[in-house]
């Protein structure tokens, strides 16, 4: 499919291709500087957080995966505070040129600052000592552009790397088309960790649609219980889910986040 009448009767949306050509990577990013245009997203952040504190003789130390990062780099200044190595993936070229701006410390790069003060001032952490360990994190893992998740040839799904964490945020409601593919793309990356290892999401809640600058992006509606089930069909154990109310706005129609934390079992 390469636009869009798979989504809302209500509203046509972008999807797979169109991120090739029209996401505008400066605009998502520059939507991060408001939190009018994302409400409620500081209790996102403290939930992702608690996460890595509550488990964290539990998460092994060695690799990440970053699945669909986008030009983001919350989810991984997080991440960085845990793991050696981190393997950051997306499916947009523009997205990964925005990560590699900020490791290189190009002029162009966007300035994580504010939230990266927010985060480490949570933690009582010194920013500069964090934003290292990130760059260190990055710079010891790989760079990857992934596939469309909803073909069967995504390298980075099949790939041989195995990981101790995968961790992808506010990505798979906006990739996988269906519910099936959602599950299954929850099972491939089941595939990819190592025993005991952990899986972290993030997704809008009932969601539909989402914009950047003028254009809407497809989301696939799920909520705390669809997460839950997927996640358990797909083999996981210790599902934790939960969800952040937030209002539906003109930017994004979800009405909360869904973020979750499971495990693979020690046995497989
Ligand atoms: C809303 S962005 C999220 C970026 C970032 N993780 C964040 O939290 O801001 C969604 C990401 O999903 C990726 N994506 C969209 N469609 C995809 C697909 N069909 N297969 C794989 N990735 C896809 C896009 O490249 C985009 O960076």
Known sequence: ????????????????????????????????????????????LKKMIN???QNKHRIGHGQALEFGGGPALFSSFILAQY?????????????????EDW????DDAHDWTEMFEFISNDQLANLNNWEHRLRD??????????????????????GQ????????????????LTLETYKNTLKRMKNLLKPGGCVILTHGRNQTFYTVLDKDFFALP?????????????G?????????????????????????CAFKSNEE
């Open 1 to 44: 499919m390469s636009t869009s009448d798979s989504s809302t009767a209500s509203k046509k949306t972008l999807h797979t291709n169109d991120y090739l050509t029209k996401f505008n990577t400066d605009a998502y990013l520059s939507a991060y500087s408001f939190f009018e245009v994302n409400p409620s997203f500081d209790c996102l």
């Open 51 to 53: 996460i890595f504190v």
């Open 83 to 99: 793991v050696n190595s981190i393997t950051f993936t997306d499916y947009t070229p523009s997205n990964l040129k925005a990560i």
């Open 103 to 106: 490791i290189e410390q190009n």
């Open 137 to 158: 994190a990055l710079n010891y893992g790989k760079r990857l552009k992934c596939a469309d998740v909803n073909g069967d040839h995504c390298p980075v799904l099949n």
């Open 161 to 176: 790397d195995r990981y101790d964490v995968i961790l992808s945020s506010l990505c798979l409601d906006y990739a996988c």
């Open 222 to 234: 799920v909520d705390e219980k669809k997460v839950h089930d997927a996640l358990a069909e797909a």
């Open 236 to 260: 996981f154990t210790d599902i934790q889910v939960t969800g952040i109310d937030k209002p539906r706005n003109k930017y994004a129609d979800a009405d909360g986040y869904v973020v979750a």
